[in-house]
């Protein structure tokens, strides 16, 4: 498998709250996370960052070549467990950081198989075919509304409250992570991303991209066309191929 990373503040913030980290497992297998920080501050840089490392050193430590879909499953969401619950201490113990959150997306790819278990609004697509197929739901107010038909998928993408998550890690004490599993044959991307790209660029644009820049530049070339669009917000994306 290839990986391909990038991160950037975008053009309108000054500082990017944006954190990342990838690597690779025993037996070939990848793992992969990404967190789009929130409140106070200095309070997004902190929680994004300690729930990257906090995940990353969860899956490091505790997974196993041949794990079968249920321990990874429990891995996963246990690794965002873990994360909010640090987080969230770390709120109540210094004012500066209280009500600080995060977004998180964590992936392992292992066996042709995608394992994912995220909070919040940063998203996983798996492209496939031509195609690209968006594997994980918003927690968000807006994707509330399309659920239950207030408003339609088009609307949402512009409707003003599209930024209002529902949940994410470290507002409380509990967190209720959401967990998909896919196939992932040979020649398919994993992609992974925050809504700073999801914001400026269009996935139908994704396949272009991967055609200009090949797999090696996609990161760093969805990146460009965000920052293109405005760059309202920071931008980190992470691809996985399975070569």
Same mark, same amino acid.
């Not at 969401?77 to 994360?83: G, I, K, R, S």
């Given at each position: 498998m290839r990986l391909s990373a990038k991160t950037d503040a975008g053009r309108v913030r000054a500082r990017n709250e944006d954190c990342c980290d990838a690597g690779g497992l025993a037996g070939g297998g990848v793992w992969a996370v990404i967190c789009d920080g929130m409140g106070g501050a200095a309070g997004g840089d902190v929680a994004s960052s300690t729930a990257v490392r906090l995940i990353s050193e969860t899956i490091r430590t505790s997974y196993q070549e041949h794990m079968g879909s249920r321990s #990874?499953?429990? #891995?996963?969401?246990?690794?965002?467990? &873990?994360? &909010?619950?640090?987080?969230?201490d770390l709120s109540q113990e210094d004012p500066a950081l209280s009500g600080m959150g995060t977004t998180a997306v964590a992936a392992i790819l292992a066996e042709d198989r995608i394992y994912i278990a995220h909070a919040g609004d940063s998203r996983a697509y798996l492209y496939i075919g031509g195609s690209l197929l968006q594997l994980t739901k918003d927690h968000s107010v807006v994707q509330a509304m399309v659920d239950t038909g207030q408003i339609t998928q088009e609307e949402a993408k512009f409707h003003p409250r599209k930024n209002l998550l529902i949940r994410v890690l470290g507002v409380g004490e509990t967190l209720e992570a959401d967990y998909c599993e896919e196939e992932f044959p040979p020649g398919s991307i994993l992609l992974l991303c925050t809504d700073g790209l999801t914001n400026c660029v269009d996935p139908d644009e994704v396949p272009g991209a991967l055609s200009r820049a090949g797999f090696d530049g996609l990161a760093e070339e969805l990146v460009r066309m965000a920052n293109k669009n405005g760059g309202m917000d920071n931008i980190t994306v992470v691809a996985v191929e399975n070569s």
């Open positions: #990874l499953k429990h #891995l996963l969401v246990a690794a965002l467990d &873990n994360a &909010n619950t640090r987080i969230y």
